[in-house]
């Protein structure tokens, strides 16, 4: 007893701390310094002559090729007929599939009819059918407006479907259980429960529809982004290759940042 | 009104969930259904309840529901099923939306149960922003805005902590007080089943069958008293013991298959 009271306690230590780490947190610094670089390294890189100016321009010059073809207007000459083929297409694509994707969600004859079709025609890639689409429907518009419609079709009937199939059954059995009639529940429950499927399958189908846009325009087309682009290939415009490029990049962020801003305000719930 | 269950029987497929269950379900009383694990209790739930069609049998009525009543069956889920797009308030509301009541009726009834529930100060709140217990509790003003004349309540504590269970049981209590409310509950909580029930149906292992139906003697209001807690625990022990030998009987049964 004594020893033990006489005794002095060992010297404490600090507890070792093993955790922290594999956390992702935003650094908006380096990401700006990044693309900074990058930009910096390629046009040090034309200026002193380590890369041909025919093949890989400065960015200041694609800036400049950018520039001129917003003066004299082509660059809205063909965004505008761009713009125009992917809004049409694209919302045709999504307003068919969304139709027969809730439907097969809903309704069991129609997934058992639907699916085998869509389950086929799903992988074909769409830019294929579109010889077939200019015999059909002509070398205008349509033909391409059609290439981006069951580009987006299937993919939008798909996550349609699969949406629905999300919305928790407890919910559905939910709303049976207060009696709300069948159109109620389709409204009220599961249109609104499938809606987040649906929001994320348009940031696919709109990155479907920019690249049909692009080929489908590479075909027989006189106005368009890919027409522009083609072009200005065979031209060894490369600057203004360059700049179309820079433009699709562009469009790509814009929808992107509708898309979000969509999401933001029909899920605000979330 | 009672409630009459004859004959009810249900299988899933190969699995059968529920044989040849008699039971009645008098106006006015709180009958739990106790069992072991997987013995069919929810289902037995849903076919009382009529969301669930039962493969034999059938489930009658007799009485009337009061006038009042806009929804006379009404259930209270164990995962809440609150719609996470509406606020609570329109939770609430969502029970209403379809009896040819106006919006103004409506709203009048939501304040109504939100203040009974102590929940009017979260009317604008999103399901996501509120705990498990609160959540649970907009399930239940949801289930008392139709005024029901049964109230189908599947596990409704189970998804919760402890101290929540514990407050959400005292409010049951205070709601059920002095009311003739009609309920069948579910749980695997025989102090729950003891502390809410006039009376407590035992299953037996799957497939279901009722194995005994204990009476509740002690009055609710004395129940949470020290007086009365010898008989409280020789109830628990009994209803333990019962579904212990099932739930033994049912473990060594799945290693056998």
Request: charged content about 20%.
């Amino acid at each position: 007893m004594t020893e033990i009271a006489t005794s002095s306690p060992p010297a404490a230590t600090t507890m070792p701390f093993r955790g922290g780490g594999f956390e992702i947190v935003p650094r908006p610094l380096i990401a700006a310094a990044s693309l900074a670089l990058l930009l910096l390294a390629w046009e040090a890189a034309s200026r002193f002559g380590l890369v041909s100016d025919l093949f890989l321009p400065s960015p200041l010059a694609v800036c400049a090729a950018l520039y001129r073809i917003a003066a004299d207007g082509t660059l809205w000459l063909h965004l505008s007929a761009s713009l125009t083929r992917i809004l049409g297409g694209w919302t045709l694509g999504t307003a068919c599939g969304l139709a027969l994707g809730l439907l097969m969600g809903i309704f069991s004859a129609v997934r058992a009819a639907g699916l085998p079709i869509v389950s086929a025609l799903f992988p074909i890639p769409k830019i294929a059918l579109l010889p077939l689409l200019i015999l059909w429907l002509g070398i205008g518009e349509q033909a391409k407006i059609a290439t981006i419609a069951l580009g987006v079709f299937f993919p939008t009937a798909i996550t349609a479907f699969s949406a629905v199939d999300s919305v928790p059954r407890n919910l559905i059995r939910m709303a049976q259980s207060f009696n709300l009639p069948w159109r109620a529940i389709v409204l009220k429950v599961i249109l609104p429960g499938a809606l987040p499927g649906i929001l994320a399958g348009f940031r696919i189908t709109t990155s479907i529809a920019l690249i049909l846009m692009v080929a489908a325009e590479m075909i027989a087309t006189q106005h368009g982004v890919g027409a522009f682009l083609l072009e200005a290939g065979n031209l060894l415009r490369v600057d203004q290759l360059l700049a179309g490029v820079a433009i699709l990049s562009v469009l790509g962020l814009l929808i992107s940042l509708v898309l979000s801003r969509l999401e933001a305000w029909l899920l605000r719930w979330r | 009104m009672d409630l009459l269950v004859q004959g009810v029987g249900h299988s899933y497929g190969k699995v059968r969930a529920l044989e040849r269950v008699d039971l009645t379900v008098k106006a006015g009383e709180i009958l739990a259904l106790v069992g072991p694990s997987g013995c069919g209790k929810s289902t037995l739930l849903g076919i009382m309840g009529g969301i669930l069609q039962p493969s034999e049998g059938s489930v009658a009525l007799r009485g009337k529901p009061s006038e009042r009543s806009l929804n006379p069956f009404t259930y209270v889920f164990q995962d809440f099923a609150l719609l996470p797009w509406r606020t609570v308030a329109g939770n609430v509301e969502l029970a209403l939306e379809h009896h040819g009541l106006g919006a103004a009726a409506r709203r009048e009834r939501v304040s109504a149960v939100l203040a009974r529930t102590k929940l009017s100060e979260f009317r604008a709140a999103y399901p996501r922003q509120l705990s498990g217990g609160m959540r649970q509790r907009v399930g239940i003003a949801r289930a008392l805005v139709v005024e029901p004349e049964i109230l189908f309540m599947d596990e409704p504590l189970s998804a919760l902590d402890a101290q929540t269970r514990e407050l959400l049981m005292e409010d049951f209590l205070a709601l059920f007080e002095g009311t003739a409310a009609t309920a069948v509950y579910v749980t695997h909580n025989l102090g729950e089943a003891i502390r809410l029930a006039d009376r407590i149906v035992v299953l037996s292992r799957r497939p279901g069958r009722v194995r005994e139906i204990v009476q509740v003697e002690i009055p609710r209001v004395a129940r949470g008293e020290i007086g009365a807690a010898g008989e409280i625990a020789g109830l628990e022990r009994h209803l333990w013991q019962l579904i212990r030998t099932e739930a033994l009987e049912a473990e060594r049964e799945r290693i056998d298959d």
